[in-house]
């Protein structure tokens, strides 16, 4: 029996996702800060000036007549309010520098996982990151996270040390996932089972060599 379980699209999406809005968002603060917010600034200040300058004025002919100086500047006509203080600006980058390394770390991510497999053959199981095992090396199959999250944990002894391997039914396609479970779950002494109990057998066991949903091998 050969099944293969590739890593789940709508997680790669997932990644994706977190990754450009926490990244973009990063960036919009960066730009807040060194541009938008002095800038506004800029044109608070001189419209209190320009006010005071002014005072003699009807509240209406000054801001009519500041309307017309702000177009020969180049400046946006109402985009006045209050000026933007020091604390706002400077907290923008604490944003960005907080935001930042999260949207890289979900990018590295996304390009970490992307290709990424596992694969049950008869009493072997291989995954695209290099970890090769017989059936016979599990030590432990731990399904505390199972029912709740679809996670189960695989401790095997290689070259003398002890390694683990995740099974995550949401991370990867859920349906060959849970097919290498019970394959393994078949073919071990269930006194390794912790967390839980054995998965009921499938009724309609995938034929041998059957990779119809796992046409990504990358």
Same mark, same amino acid.
């Given at each position: 029996?050969?099944?293969r379980?590739?890593?789940?699209?709508?997680?790669?999406? $997932?990644? +994706?996702?977190?990754?450009l809005?926490?990244?973009?968002?990063?960036?919009?603060?960066?730009?807040?800060?060194?541009? $938008?917010?002095?800038?506004?600034?800029?044109?608070?200040?001189?419209?209190?000036?320009? &006010?005071?300058?002014h005072?003699?004025?009807?509240?209406?002919?000054i801001?009519?007549?500041?309307?017309?100086?702000?177009?020969?500047?180049?400046?946006?006509?109402?985009?006045?309010?209050?000026?933007?203080?020091?604390?706002?600006?400077? +907290?923008?980058?604490?944003?960005? %520098?907080?935001?930042? *390394?999260? /949207?890289?770390?979900?990018?590295?991510?996304?390009?970490?996982n992307r290709?990424?497999?596992?694969?049950?053959?008869?009493? %072997?199981?291989?995954?695209?990151?290099?970890?090769?095992?017989?059936?016979?090396?599990?030590?432990?199959?731990?399904?505390?996270?199972?029912?709740? &999250?679809?996670?189960? %944990?695989? &401790?095997?002894?290689?070259?003398?040390?002890?390694? &683990?391997?995740?099974?995550?039914?949401?991370?990867?396609?859920?349906? %060959?996932?849970?097919?290498?479970? $019970?394959?393994?779950?078949?073919?071990?002494?269930?006194?390794?089972?912790?967390? /839980?109990? *054995?998965?009921?057998?499938?009724?309609?066991?995938? *034929?041998?060599?059957?990779?119809?949903?796992?046409?990504?091998?990358?």
């Amino acid at each position: 029996m050969t099944v293969r379980t590739n890593i789940n699209t709508s997680h790669l999406v $997932r990644l +994706g996702l977190i990754g450009l809005f926490c990244g973009g968002f990063a960036l919009a603060c960066l730009y807040d800060g060194f541009v $938008r917010y002095p800038n506004q600034r800029i044109r608070a200040e001189a419209f209190d000036e320009f &006010k005071e300058e002014h005072s003699e004025l009807d509240p209406k002919d000054i801001v009519d007549n500041w309307k017309e100086y702000a177009v020969e500047q180049g400046w946006p006509a109402n985009d006045r309010g209050k000026p933007r203080t020091n604390y706002e600006i400077n +907290g923008q980058f604490v944003m960005a %520098t907080a935001l930042a *390394p999260v /949207g890289l770390f979900f990018l590295t991510q996304l390009l970490l996982n992307r290709g990424r497999w596992i694969e049950a053959h008869d009493m %072997t199981l291989t995954s695209s990151r290099g970890q090769q095992f017989e059936l016979s090396q599990i030590i432990e199959l731990n399904k505390k996270k199972w029912d709740k &999250k679809g996670i189960a %944990t695989i &401790k095997y002894e290689s070259d003398g040390r002890k390694r &683990k391997l995740v099974l995550d039914d949401c991370n990867y396609q859920r349906d %060959t996932t849970n097919a290498i479970l $019970r394959h393994i779950e078949t073919n071990i002494d269930h006194a390794k089972i912790v967390g /839980g109990k *054995p998965e009921p057998p499938l009724k309609n066991k995938p *034929p041998e060599g059957d990779h119809s949903q796992c046409n990504d091998h990358a």
